[in-house]
Structures are given as C-alpha cells and as structure tokens.
C-alpha cells in the first residue's frame, strides 16, 4: 500500500485524447483568423525572399486569395499595397487616390466575395517617399495633426471603396476620434475601426517593409510614435483613448512577445482585442521550421492558440490560409 496519494491528479484528465478534447478551455477555429496580404501592380505573383512562401499578388490574384478565403471560413482578409514607387511622395498624396491600387483591390474583392470582410491600413507609409506613416516636417518629425487630417480622409476614400473595417495602424493622437466622426459624416455609419492602440517600435517589421517596398526608403525610426517596447501602462492609456474616441475593437502589435498586453488590456476593458502575429514573427517560424528546430504546423497552431488563450477575439496571420487547413477547413 502506498503511502500517501496525490489528493488531485492533473493528469487524470489529460490521459486521452477524448478527455483533453472535452477539457480545453480555448478553442481556435478559422473564424478566428485575418488574412494579410500584399497587393502591387502588373500582372505576376511576386514572392517576398524575407517572408518566405508569401507572395504580393496582382488584383486578379487577391481576388483568388479572397476566394480561397471564404472556401477555408477564414471571415476577414488585410489589405497591404506596393505602391509604385514612382507614385510616392512626401505628403503620401497617392494614399487620398480613389483609384489607387488599394481602392482598386478593395472594389474587385467586394464585388467578387462579398462575405469576406475587408480590412484596411490606415497610415501613409506605403505612399510616403521617405517610408514614415505621416508628413514629416524639416527635422524628420512626424508632425501629428497634419498626418491624422490626411489620415481621415484616406480612412474616407478607404469605405468609399468598400473597406468593412478602417484600421489605423500609424499611431497619432487624437485620430480615431476624427476618422470616427468623418466616416459618420460620410454614411459610413457601419464601417468599423479596429485601432492598432498598442503598437510598438518593434525590430520584428522588417519582412513587412520589404513587402510594401519602404525598407530601403525609411529615414530612421518611428520611436516618436509607435510605443516603446519597455511600456505596459502606456499601452493601457492608449486603448482607453482610442475606445473613448469610438474604436470597435483594438489591437495588440507584435504578437507573442505583447501577449501580456493583450491580457492585461483584456481583463482591464473587456471589449474584442486583436492581436498582429507579425512579418518578423512569420519569418521566425519559418526559419525555425526550416532549420529543423520545431515542426511548422505544431508550432504555427500553438502560437495561434496562445493569442486565444491570451484573450484574443482573433489574430492576424500571415500562416492564416495554412491553419486553417491544418484546423480541417
Ligand atoms: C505600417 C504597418 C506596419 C505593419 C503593419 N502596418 C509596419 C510599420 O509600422 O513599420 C507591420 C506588419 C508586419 O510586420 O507584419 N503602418
């Protein structure tokens, strides 16, 4: 006879796999994902060397990704272009175009899949010549409230196109608020805004540079604006602002690094939080996977259950078509 007994054995419901299926506590479904993806000109997929097995596709291709979308149950895709860089300025003028690439890409995917909801960037760096979000004044400084009244308009020419959900990713002060109240102004009642309110001067967007072609244009950091990777409180102080100013859901960027900030704004506000699993957190799995270091699908489906976990009502994913087949779409 032993001894003593465990009075509760953990394990005892972790013994098959029927058990551990009837206790887990978080679920991940293709429902829960948001598919990023690169859009340029010209006719011919263009694969991305530092976000491997990711391409930029023409119009016609991000239609087909649309499709693929909405055949998988992925509910929403991101939109990202690679403006030409003939057609980049200073004042990122080309962003207010509603012919640009994005408000060309953002039509032909309504029009061809309307279930599929559509999610767009708001900020100028893909327009900008020198790679900032916003109009920078003779010193480099990004200036705020000529960057956010620029801002508002494109958010406008955005939902003018389609866009189900505005995503201001550029970090100013005061502009969800504004974006708010214009697309009110122009019958926009229902277009979302999901606010990357948490976004952090991160080393972990080089492979998106690349991909929107502004990483050999960009003049220094965006220290000044996006949040310094030491903050948590900060980053508590930012959701209240951009939910007080009428955003529908807010977002966490990076991912798995921020995963304590997306807790923490989860339990402190209690409203949808997304979270950016970004380039450079793709790159790194893929790296990993391809290294031999860690299997790729086990490792792409528990990074992805960890922002459930966390608190996420979704991430955005660059892995997103891939786990949605691995989740049996
Ligand atoms: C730019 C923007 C960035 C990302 C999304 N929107 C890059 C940046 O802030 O420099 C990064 C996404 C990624 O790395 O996957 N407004």
């Not at 953002?106 to 100028?124: F, H, N, Q, S, Y």
């Not at 004044?137 to 003018?160: C, E, F, K, W």
């Not at 005061?174 to 991160?202: C, D, F, P, T, W």
């Amino acid at each position: 006879m032993h001894a003593s007994y465990p009075a509760l054995r953990l394990r005892r419901t972790r013994s098959a796999d029927w058990s551990r299926r009837l206790h887990r506590e978080t679920q991940l479904t293709p429902a829960d994902l948001i598919w990023p993806m690169f859009v340029s000109e010209g006719d011919a997929e263009e694969p991305i060397a530092s976000l491997p097995g990711v391409s930029r596709w023409p119009i016609a291709g991000i239609v087909e990704r649309a499709r693929e979308a909405r055949a998988l149950g992925i509910p929403c895709v991101a939109l990202f272009p690679n403006t030409p860089h003939g057609l980049r300025s200073d004042d990122g003028r080309e962003a207010l175009n509603p012919d640009n690439l994005m408000c060309r890409a953002i039509r032909a995917i309504k029009e061809a899949v309307p279930e599929v909801g559509v999610l767009t960037d708001v900020a100028l760096d893909p327009y900008t010549s020198h790679g900032h979000d916003g109009l920078v004044d003779a010193a480099g400084y990004v200036l705020n409230d000529a960057t956010s009244d620029m801002l508002v308009q494109q958010a406008v020419v955005q939902a003018d196109a389609g866009a189900d959900i505005v995503a201001p990713s550029d970090m100013m002060d005061g502009r969800v608020g504004a974006i708010r109240e214009a697309l009110e102004g122009a019958g926009h009642a229902n277009v979302q805004i999901m606010a990357y309110a948490a976004k952090y001067a991160s080393a972990f967007y080089g492979p998106f540079r690349d991909a929107v072609g502004s990483r050999g244009l960009l003049k220094g950091d965006k220290k000044t604006y996006q949040m310094d990777p030491a903050n948590a409180e900060e980053a508590l102080r930012e959701v209240a602002l951009d939910l007080a100013e009428g955003a529908d859901s807010v977002m966490v960027k990076p991912g798995l690094p921020y995963l304590d900030i997306v807790a923490r704004v989860k339990a402190a506000f209690e409203v949808p939080v997304f979270a950016y699993q970004v380039s450079g957190e793709y790159a790194m799995i893929e790296a990993a996977a391809a290294a031999g270091a860690g299997d790729r699908d086990a490792l792409v489906l528990e990074t992805l259950m960890a922002f459930k976990r966390a608190g996420c009502s979704g991430v955005l994913t660059y892995h997103a078509s891939h786990a949605a087949r691995l989740l049996g779409a």
